[in-house]
């Protein structure tokens, strides 16, 4: 199995610098990851760094709490997009869910990828399982399906915990067949990379990706 295809390497810590992104990038080349996941402010350095790389770069919209509003959502993905991003990791309004309101997350989430999709992006819908319920989360499946993004994904890894195995089959057998699953969130090592695979993901947010390759 080739494991660094499915790997978003990952760099998202408030403190990461410009010259850690110019690490994380070059790894991402040497070793075939999917993508590097990072902040916004550092996507249009990203972009030119892997210009004329099959890695994609990935950022992250409405993080790591998804409070902000639907029209703040779609201008940070219209200015991810502007300065290269090609893949959206953007958080559901947990705070809607919670308070029941279901059809808003819907029209929130088709709204973020619309925007994303007319303009070649691909989305990654972060729903914080471990904040939710199981009834919550197979609620999630069905808005996430329903709302066209391509991925769901566990965690933020900046809540309560990340992602585990339980959720991980739980997202893959509720979510739509067109939908894929995205581990994040407390996976540092190839074993529990090759398990959470094995449950169902598709892509594995991590920054031991590195390490992950190398066992």
Not at 65 to 72: E, I, P
Not at 147 to 158: D, L, M, P, R, Y
Not at 180 to 207: F, Q, Y
């Amino acid at each position: 199995m080739n494991i660094s295809s499915y790997i978003d390497h990952t760099i998202l810590k408030p403190d990461s610098t410009a010259q850690a992104v110019d690490i994380v990038c070059a790894e991402a080349m040497q070793f075939g990851f999917a993508s590097v996941c990072i902040l916004p402010w550092h996507v249009g350095r990203a972009a030119a760094i892997l210009r004329d790389s099959p890695v994609a770069v990935c950022t992250v919209v409405g993080f790591p709490l998804g409070a902000s509003t639907t029209k703040t959502k779609t201008a940070e993905i219209l200015d991810a997009i502007e300065r290269g991003a090609r893949e959206i990791d953007v958080v559901a309004s947990i705070t809607a869910l919670k308070s029941g309101m279901y059809d808003s997350v819907l029209e929130d989430l088709r709204s973020v990828c619309d925007v994303a999709h007319d303009r070649g992006a691909i989305v990654k819908v972060i729903i914080e399982s471990c904040l939710l319920t199981d009834d919550e989360k197979k609620r999630m499946c069905s808005i996430v399906t329903q709302s066209g993004a391509e991925f769901i994904k566990t965690s933020t890894g900046f809540s309560a915990g990340g992602a585990t195995l339980d959720d991980v089959k739980l997202l893959r057998e509720h979510v739509g067949p067109h939908v894929l699953v995205k581990a994040s969130g407390g996976i540092r090592d190839r074993v529990t990379a090759l398990a959470m695979i094995g449950a169902g993901a598709a892509r594995l947010g991590t920054s031991s990706g590195v390490q992950i390759v190398q066992e």
